[in-house]
């Protein structure tokens, strides 16, 4: 059967990089791959209108209507080759919504998705700090911004973000009124590994969504010596949702940490969690204006993970209760995911955590040893209640 993935998200978060990169792992007789851009230049040069990379924004801001036009027509010449194909997976890839100076960018309408009919719609997001980052080191992007790493500010950064995030759930809100179905809208972290992005793609069937969740605040250290080693181990089963694959928590975290120790700080230092040797000095006033839609934005990507996965697999290393991991418990049991708990303390946990810990299908209990709590769900998938 035939399906349409529409990949979009915010400007520069890397996602045509990232998709190109995992789809040279796959096998291209399985896929077709679509970068809306290229669509766009070629239908603009056969009207007479060159569009590059560094005019595009200017050009489609200043003439909106032919732009308009120009995309309509783009992903008309996508849906021709879409229909034309033989192909089992058609991947088609543009940003979603950007604004820049006084006006702002529409990467697709209701129409161009009506037109597309997209059986899901991947968010792929990157976390801010490396946002900043690839402004920083694009010439073109960074001459927009006066070439001043002080003038890229994290506020800007997460309301491209959120601007991104509600375009898609409006127009798929759209679709669903009038009755065209997308399976769902999955806000996706490129630190994920490529295979499991291609697992998301192509494997969906055979290894179902499972969120990870595991305590993370105050456990940096836990999370790359201990957290990705079970990861592994899940991914071989499964297509795993990781929490960790955006760290803007690590921007929070590092603000509440220097301000405690000096309230009278005007610059945050932080160094990238993937990079050690990376620093980057932040207004704090920037931080403190981001930090509100920063934090938000983090529950509710997370809620998103867990409300499109069959299961969650709760790692919970550290015997204080998180109050994060609890809350996602609590999510999954509301949209009816089977709940596994790793919770290798003789102390018993929260009443809470026990109880959703134990929603799993038929051994309704928590586990001790790794190795069992993955076994039970592999065993146990086929009766997971979540369609």
Known sequence: MKEVILVTGPPLNGRDEYIESALEKADEREYSYYHVFDYIREVGKENGVKITRKNVLDFAISHQDLMNEIRDRAFERIKMEIDGSEKRIHVVSTPSLFRWGSGSVIGFTASNLKLLHPN?????????????????????????????????????????????????????????????????????????????????????????????????????????????????????????????????????????????????????KIKHLLDGNEVDELDREDIEQATEILRRQLVERDFNLVDVSKAIAVYHYAEGVSAGVISEMAEAYRTLAAIYLYYPFNRRPSPFMEFYGMQNPSRRTMFKKEGEMIRAMVEEKEYWAKV
């Open 120 to 268: 899901r719609v991947i968010i792929l997001l990157d976390d801010v700090l490396s946002v900043r980052r690839r402004i920083i080191n694009d010439p073109e992007w960074f001459e927009r911004f006066g070439e001043n790493p002080k003038n890229i500010k994290l506020t800007t950064l997460v309301m491209w973000r959120e601007d991104a995030i509600n375009h898609v759930k409006t127009l798929v809100h759209e679709l669903k009124r009038e009755g065209i179905e997308v399976r769902y809208v999955l806000q996706f972290g490129i630190r994920h590994p490529l295979d499991v992005f291609l697992d998301l793609l192509f494997r969906e069937k055979e290894k179902p969504l499972v969120y990870l969740s595991y305590p993370m605040t105050g456990h940096e250290e836990e999370y790359y010596h201990r957290v990705r080693d079970f990861y592994a181990k899940l991914s071989e089963h499964f297509t795993v949702l990781d929490p960790g694959a955006l760290d803007d928590w690590w921007v929070v975290a590092e603000y509440d940490t220097q301000v405690n120790a000096n309230p009278s700080t005007k610059h945050i």
